[in-house]
């Protein structure tokens, strides 16, 4: 973190300045893929079932997602240490939601019977 | 390790004319300032107010506990229900969590850095006047239908009860957590950005270490708890359903999402306390402090450890057994790193040219107490033998040694150990003492019986109890008496110090960090002339000047 | 891993002609990274924040996929499309407003604000006639669920068919009856959901609420940005507000990112 690995936005103050085609260009990205993702949740022939389809549109959204951080946030040009908390936090909310979701799928059958004993 | 020869000069016959304290007057140069110093003081002055609130609770509590029933005090069931909610929230929520970082660290961080002041001075206010915030909404709370929910607001209970305050004390959980938030992200940013040169992080006194560990959880699990408090809001308005089983929510996930925040949180209670007590147990043994990456390394690791053990709160609320045993083992390693320190602390003790100070007095209360209140832990992280101590008296009095052990005494122990820099008086040597024994006592008196009660069976927010607890509970009651007046006494032992005693010199002690290089009290902006950094822990160039009363630096 | 910024033996004077430099900092870089960690500290935070609801979400969408499924189909694909192409459009002038501070463009750098904030308000807009639709149809959290009809059953509401659909999933749960209505007399539908539909529309309106306040806040920072830009705060040198502001702005599109699919697009 010291001034070494701030060279390239040296030359420009006090960040780096983001190329105006590089903004253009990842805008585009963004518009497309969000087509895209509509498309593969709503046409009859991209439905390949409920897991697949739910991954395709994770994937799709983090690449979008990737794109606005590296480049609208400048985080690829910016200091590495931001980029590494970011990410850090990403596994904490990782955590956070498996271990809540390995735990209530282990008790739903126990939900579940009583709901149908107390249907019955 | 070259000396520190030519910093010392205004260390001299100290009280330089311009400190802190004088540099401005009037109530509003108080209430608006940016100094990270006075916001310190006003942390202090507030978190105390909310501890003195909390235990008037506590003891009208102990009191209705003498015998069973309604008792001397005629209180009823729904009193006694509020009392405890009420004692619980107000010190877990505006004493425990801000005190350390709030007080102490507010006012020692920057300093031990060398820098002039936090990074954000403006945000630093305002985290102080969202806690300010905060209590409002607290006190609120008390007036508008009081809680009854215990601090955890465990839903459906926290959803249906009458008790209308429930909103009020979420709000101000919620408000209560950006501020701890924002004292987190600020000294996270100071201690990358504003160390002094020379300042490495292996230069870092250990204080820093603890309490940049307990930025991380703060910035990184608080967003949680208001998240959390924010939906119990919601559903408590709208019925929303997420946690309310009768719309089809689940009540144990609001259990994972609360403990998701509040296990961390008591690293956020006890990690500072462990840094005050590392400089302590350094300065007040004249040694080398032993295994400092080791002290160091423990802080992190025991922040994020922390992170991977709160289903330990939920073994018995229906939570999968995987799930348990899984959360039961993380929970064992934190034992660990909590030991490591221990053994450090110690380890530095040993044939060291230790001193009897106030302050190492307390040293020795905390290392009792946790030690105490964190092998306690471990039986409740086994899970079958917590099957049969949950909920009873077991866990109150192992969360009150770990709680109040490690926040209270090192509370105390930082105050008596930097009191002297923060007002530039000496207080007295042998009241300190004898405070320090008084709540050291106090607490085991009331707290070791409540051990012993658990394990006979006595269920913890209880009302009433079975004949058999009494004796327990008269004593408990007895040592709650005794450990409020040592707490009255220690800290009426530090106001008069701070206006009647004796001129503190720079150094009283012979500390090596940056803060007893700037006079006592420190100047508006910390130092003269910015310090450098050297080895915190190296006592050899430092020696007693009897004119001052301190310790000087020599050239070796 | 030292940042040590040189404290430097300099007096107040030393850099006294500087007034947008704090005291407490020696350097405009020193104070600008500062800024930088600190504010994606405070995204971190946020991220934080959300994942309480991105949790419920995936708890209850793992658990329960048949709700999600089913009720999924009242909302409206083509305006969650548009109001994420309005963000995306939002966030390129957000950052676009940096670039242009950055090199000195003033009139862009006031253009794109305003763009910004159009773009939020815009987004907002079409947020209110997803919501306005959804109360008058009964498509509300908890007791307050009452839908006036299956998913589909009135065009306007309608994203795709939902019948297509339906037939993969509907009936593996012995508890979840599956989409059927029964029409009777008078017109008025009488409509059978799986058990707990309301779920969905609780953790629907938790997560675009929470987030419409995110974008409410965000026009409020934009404001405030724009009243300074025209007094002419900023320049090449004194930007930090404005990449800042945007790096919040990104991170509201991030979490919109995420909620178009998880909201919109089942399958
Ligand atoms: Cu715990």
């Not at chain 2, 020795?364 to 079958?384: D, E, H, N, R, W």
Request: proline share 4%; aromatic share 14%; hydrophobic share 50%.
């Amino acid at each position: 973190m010291s001034t070494t690995t701030h060279g390239h936005a040296q030359d420009h103050g006090l960040s780096h300045v983001m190329s105006a085609k590089m903004l253009l260009g990842v805008w585009g990205a963004l518009i497309v893929l969000t087509v895209v993702t509509v498309i593969t949740a709503t046409q009859p022939m991209f439905n390949f079932g409920a897991y697949a389809n739910l991954v395709i549109a994770m994937v799709i959204a983090t690449v979008k997602a990737s794109l606005v951080c590296l480049f609208f946030m400048h985080l690829l040009y910016d200091r590495k240490f931001n980029l590494l908390i970011f990410m850090g936090s990403l596994l904490f909310v990782l955590l956070f939601v498996s271990f809540s979701m390995m735990d209530t799928a282990q008790y739903q059958p126990a939900i579940q019977s009583r709901v149908e004993a107390q249907a019955q | 390790m070259s000396s520190l020869d030519t910093t010392m000069g205004h260390s001299a016959p100290s009280h330089a004319e311009d400190n802190y304290l004088t540099h401005a007057h009037g109530i509003k140069s108080w209430l608006l300032t940016l100094d990270h110093k006075r916001i310190g003081v006003m942390y202090l002055c507030s978190t105390v107010g909310a501890l003195m609130l909390g235990g008037v609770f506590a003891l009208l509590l102990r009191t209705k506990l003498l015998t069973p029933g309604p008792g001397i005090l005629d209180m009823s069931h729904d009193t006694y229900n509020r009392m405890f909610t009420l004692h619980g929230a107000i010190m877990v929520f505006l004493f425990i969590i801000p005190a350390i970082p709030g007080a102490l660290g507010n006012f020692v961080l920057p300093i031990m850095l060398g820098a002039k002041d936090v990074a954000f001075p403006k945000l630093n206010l305002a985290s102080y006047y969202l806690w300010v915030f905060g209590a409002v909404f607290f006190v609120t709370a008390m007036v508008a239908g009081s809680i009854d929910t215990g601090w955890t607001f465990y839903t459906p209970y926290s959803v249906t009860t009458p008790a209308n305050g429930v909103i009020w004390a979420t709000m101000g959980v919620f408000i209560l957590g950006f501020s701890s938030i924002f004292t987190g992200l600020n000294f996270i940013v100071t201690i990358h950005k504003l160390r002094a040169e020379g300042m490495t992080w292996f230069r870092m006194p250990l204080f820093l270490w603890a309490i940049y560990s307990t930025s991380v959880i703060q910035v990184l699990a608080t967003p949680v708890l208001a998240i959390t408090v924010l939906l119990l809001t919601v559903e408590r308005t709208l019925h929303v359903g997420i946690f309310d089983p009768s719309l089809g929510g689940d009540p144990v996930l609001f259990q994972h999402f609360f403990w998701f925040y509040s296990h961390p949180a008591v690293y956020i209670m006890i990690l500072p306390g462990f840094g005050i007590i590392s400089e302590i147990v350094g300065v007040h043994s004249r040694k080398h402090v032993f295994g400092y990456r080791f002290i160091a390394f423990s802080s992190l690791a025991i922040a994020l450890l922390g992170f991977l053990v709160w289903g330990h709160h939920l073994f018995t609320s229906g939570q999968s057994a995987l799930a348990s045993v899984i959360f039961s083992a993380i929970t064992f390693t934190i034992a660990i790193p909590s030991a490591i320190k221990i053994f450090n602390w110690l380890a530095t003790m040993y044939k060291s040219s230790l001193q009897l100070t106030t302050p190492m007095w307390y040293a020795f209360g905390f290392i009792v107490l946790f030690v105490i209140g964190g092998l306690t832990g471990l039986f409740l992280a086994a899970m079958a033998v917590d099957i049969h101590l949950h909920d009873t008296y077991f866990v109150v009095a192992h969360f009150h040694y770990v709680m109040v052990g490690g926040t209270l005494l090192a509370l105390f122990g930082g105050l008596y150990h930097w009191w002297p820099k923060m007002f530039g008086r000496m207080y007295n040597e042998m009241w300190g003492k004898v405070g320090a024994v008084l709540v050291t006592i106090g607490f085991n008196v009331t707290f070791f019986p409540q051990f012993v009660m658990g394990t006979r069976g006595m269920p913890r927010r209880y009302f009433t109890y079975l004949p058999e607890f009494q004796a327990f509970h008269i004593a408990s009651t007895l040592g709650a008496y005794l450990l409020g007046f040592g707490i009255v006494l220690a800290f009426a032992n530090l106001a008069i110090g701070a206006f009647r005693g004796r001129k503190a010199s720079a150094n009283p002690w012979g500390g090596a960090t940056l803060e007893w290089e700037c006079s006592s009290p420190p100047p508006h902006d910390n130092f003269a002339v910015t310090p450098t950094a050297h080895d915190p822990y190296d006592f050899a160039h430092l020696s007693y000047d009897e004119k001052t009363d301190g310790y000087v630096a020599r050239r070796s | 891993m030292s940042t040590a910024a040189a404290h430097n033996h300099h007096g107040e004077e030393g850099h006294g002609h500087d007034p947008h430099l704090a005291h407490h900092f020696d350097s405009p870089q020193q104070q600008f990274d500062s800024g930088k960690l600190g504010i994606w500290l405070f995204l971190i935070q946020e991220v934080l924040f959300f994942s309480g609801l991105f949790c419920a979400y995936a708890v209850y969408r793992a658990n329960h996929p048949e709700i999600f499924e089913f009720a999924h189909r009242y909302l409206d694909v083509t305006l969650g499309a548009v109001n994420t192409a309005v963000l995306i459009c939002s966030s390129l002038t957000a950052a676009w407003s940096v670039r242009a501070a950055q090199l000195g463009q003033r009139k862009l750098m006031i253009g794109c604000i305003v763009v910004t904030i159009a773009c939020a308000f815009g987004f907002l807009g079409i947020k209110y006639v997803e919501y306005a639709h959804k109360f008058h149809d009964g498509l509300l959290w908890g007791e307050k669920f009452n839908p006036k009809y299956a998913p589909g059953g009135h065009g306007e509401e309608a994203g795709h068919s939902p019948t297509a659909d339906a037939e993969g999933h509907s009936g593996q749960h012995a508890t979840a009856p599956g989409a059927t209505i029964t029409q009777e007399a008078a017109g008025e539908a009488k409509v059978t959901t799986p058990r707990n539909t309301s779920i969905f529309f609780s953790i629907y309106f938790a997560m675009t609420g929470l987030h419409g306040l995110h974008v409410i806040a965000g026009i409020i920072v934009y404001v405030w940005l724009l009243w300074r830009a025209l007094k002419g705060e900023f320049g090449p040198k004194q930007y930090a507000a404005i990449d800042f502001a945007a790096l919040y702005w990104h991170l509201v599109d991030l979490v919109w990112i995420y909620l178009f699919p998880l909201l919109y697009l089942i399958r």
